[in-house]
Structures are given as C-alpha cells and as structure tokens.
C-alpha cells in the first residue's frame, strides 16, 4: 500500500455542486478500487490524500490529473503506508478553514525542500482527526 497527497488549484468559479459531484463519484468508485482518502477543500485549493494498493492509488492519480475541475496537480507527499490512516472513509471531506489552508500553503511552498515524512503523515492525522470530530459540515 502507499499514500499519496498532492495538492491542486481547483477550477475557478467552482460550484459547491461539482465539489459534490466529485465527492459522490470518488465515494462510489473508490470501495471498487480499494482506495480510502480525503479530499480537503478551501482558499481556491484542492489537497486530497488517496491511500491503497499502489496501482490503484497511481491510476486513480493520472486519471485526477486530467480532470478540468483543477489544475496544476502536485504530489506533495508519497509513501509506502502499512496501515490506513483514512480506513473509515471512501473519501472524507473537509471545507477547510483558512486556518487549515494556511498550513497547507506552507506545506506547498517548502515542497521542493526535504520536508520530513512526519510533517506530511501528522498533518494527515489531523485531517482524520477533524473528519472523526465532524466538525465540518459534510456536503451531502
Ligand atoms: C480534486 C478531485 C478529486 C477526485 N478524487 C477522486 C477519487 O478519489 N476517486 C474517483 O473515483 N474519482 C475522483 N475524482 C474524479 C476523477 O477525476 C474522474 O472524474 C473519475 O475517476 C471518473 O472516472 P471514469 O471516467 O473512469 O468514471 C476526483 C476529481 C477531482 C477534481
């Protein structure tokens, strides 16, 4: 298994609909391709984890990649994973605060530097945290 989390630019103009509609086809399709994740949205920015058999993760990826919802695609964090931190989720979902995004833009712009792994995988606890506590308020 790995996980992967990247980072993208969603399309602008955007609707609270297609963010929906994406949510509803990657809860539909993931449980078939054995992927578990979670797809933050916020500040113009998507930031998705997608956790799973390797094959799986990186064909869904490419297949993300071509998707004109977003643009400018980048993998932030890529490892191999033994357990899943998003077990309980097709794909999660958090509205993300600006606070939240303030952190992910951090994340994004020090991507070229030697980030440690830790960094990356606690930041995605957190997310699984926020997702346990329900504190956003899912779009279904
Ligand atoms: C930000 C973002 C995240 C997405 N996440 C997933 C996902 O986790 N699973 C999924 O099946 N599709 C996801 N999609 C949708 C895919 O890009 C694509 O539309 C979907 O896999 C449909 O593929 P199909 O033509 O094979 O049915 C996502 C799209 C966007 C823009």
């Known amino acids: 298994m ?14 609270e609909e297609q963010v929906k509609d994406i949510l509803k086809s990657a809860q539909r399709q993931n449980p078939t391709t054995g992927l578990t994740g979670v797809l933050v949205h916020g500040g113009g ?14 064909r869904q990826y490419v297949k993300i990649m071509d998707d004109r919802r977003h643009s400018d695609c980048q993998i ?15 794909m999660g979902i958090i509205q993300s605060d600006p606070m939240q995004f303030q952190h992910i833009a951090e994340l994004r712009a ?22 346990l506590l329900g504190s956003n308020l899912p779009l279904q």
Not at 110 to 131: G, N, W, Y
């Open 2 to 15: 790995i996980r992967l989390l990247y980072v993208s630019q969603a399309a602008s103009g955007i609707t």
């Open 45 to 58: 920015l998507f930031m998705q984890v997608l956790e799973g058999p390797e094959q799986a993760v990186l």
């Open 76 to 90: 932030l964090h890529i490892s191999p994973a033994n357990d899943r931190i998003f077990e309980k989720w097709s």
């Open 110 to 131: 020090r991507r070229l530097e030697a980030v440690l792994t830790k960094t990356f995988t606690e930041t995605m606890r957190e997310f699984a945290r926020t997702l």
